[in-house]
């Protein structure tokens, strides 16, 4: 999935210090996602006081609505794009030669390296409903090549009250197969109704937690669909309660050591990374982004620069 803002804001954002356990509600914004007829996503990462929650950098929840997503080729640097359907299919064409129906229970996992361009088409007025994340690569990456996976076994997981998958990265010693370039988590976790249960953390980790469905309380927070909750560093498990049932996802990972400059579709280390990226996709693209088949040369033009110099913006302390 692409960032369609025709006019969207730089994030900047410094690697952030240990914050210790908190529990901030970071409300999302709406996003028209492209044309006048666009489907409507929330977007709560990145968030102005948290930019990043570890190496996971972006976070929409489109759906469940039902929509024709037509999003033509457009280009990514610098990050894992974390295709994670819940409803619907979606076919997804990249420039690496990947023509594939992504589907939920399926983990799309795309790596841009240096430069990868995709699209994702829906069949028309689908219902569709899903997360798509981009998590950050890390300095020393450069050397990572264009790459697309799909998993459609991906490892189960299970406590008392509490089952689900692991996505990305590892949870409790349970590791999913996918390649990643930092130490992080994703999962989908389905809360028991009635149940009072713990999900096993890493102190080291800064954490958050995304309803999908239901309602419950995390931490001692009451928690529904919508905002992103963050819950810092400094934890070793997550007591979480729910008399309805709920279904969740869990983002985790090592706060990340790189500053980033995010704009459009593109994540790098400095202003002019980001304005030679435009460049080269506006000159073309194809020696650094490859081509995407069987759209006939339409792909989505980048947006004009905005006319200030990308600065760091400090992540804000919790209050």
């Known amino acids: 999935m692409s960032n369609l803002d025709v006019r969207p804001t730089e994030t900047a954002?410094?690697?952030?210090?240990?914050?210790?356990?908190?529990?901030?509600?970071?409300?999302?914004?709406?996003?028209?996602?492209?044309?006048?007829?666009?489907?409507?996503v929330k977007r709560t990462l990145p968030h102005r006081g948290v930019p990043t929650v570890g190496a996971w950098c972006f976070l929409d929840q489109f759906g469940p609505q039902r929509t024709t997503m037509t999003v033509l080729p457009h280009p990514h640097t610098g990050l894992q794009t974390v295709t994670w359907p819940l409803q619907g299919?979606?076919?997804?064409?990249?420039?690496v030669g990947s023509?594939?129906?992504v589907r939920p229970g399926q983990l799309n996992l795309m790596t841009s390296g240096p430069g990868i361009s995709h699209s994702e088409v829906s069949p028309p007025e689908s219902m569709l409903d899903g997360l798509q994340l981009w998590v950050a690569l890390p300095t020393?990456?450069?050397?990572?090549?264009?790459?697309?996976q799909q998993h459609v076994d991906l490892p189960g997981y299970e406590t008392r009250g509490l089952r689900g998958t692991v996505v990305l990265g590892e949870?409790?010693?349970?590791?999913?197969?996918?390649?990643?370039?930092s130490p992080l988590v994703g999962a989908q976790l389905d809360v028991?109704?009635?149940?009072?249960?713990?999900?096993?953390?890493?102190?080291?980790?800064?954490?958050?937690?995304?309803?999908?469905?239901g309602t419950l309380t995390v931490a001692g927070a009451p928690l529904?669909?919508?905002?992103?909750?963050?819950?810092?560093?400094?934890?070793?498990?997550l007591p979480v309660t729910s008399t309805t049932g709920a279904t969740i996802f869990l983002l985790g990972g090592e706060p990340f050591p790189d500053d980033l400059v995010m704009w459009w579709n593109f994540v790098g280390r400095s202003h002019d990374d980001i304005v030679t990226a435009r460049e080269e996709w506006e000159r073309d693209g194809q020696h650094r982004f490859g081509v995407?088949?069987?759209?006939g040369g339409e792909r989505i033009p980048a947006p004009p620069m905005p006319p200030l110099r990308l600065t760091p913006r400090r992540r804000r302390r919790p209050t």
Do not use: K, N, W
């Open 13 to 40: 954002c410094h690697a952030p210090e240990h914050s210790g356990p908190v529990a901030e509600f970071l409300q999302p914004r709406e996003v028209p996602l492209g044309g006048i007829r666009s489907m409507q």
């Open 89 to 95: 299919e979606i076919r997804h064409r990249d420039s």
């Open 99 to 101: 023509d594939v129906m």
């Open 140 to 148: 020393g990456s450069d050397s990572v090549a264009p790459a697309f």
């Open 171 to 181: 949870l409790a010693g349970t590791r999913s197969p996918a390649t990643t370039y």
């Open 192 to 213: 028991d109704a009635g149940a009072m249960t713990t999900i096993p953390l890493r102190r080291d980790f800064e954490h958050a937690v995304l309803v999908l469905g």
């Open 224 to 237: 529904e669909s919508g905002p992103l909750l963050y819950l810092g560093t400094g934890r070793d498990e």
């Open 292 to 295: 995407v088949a069987g759209h």
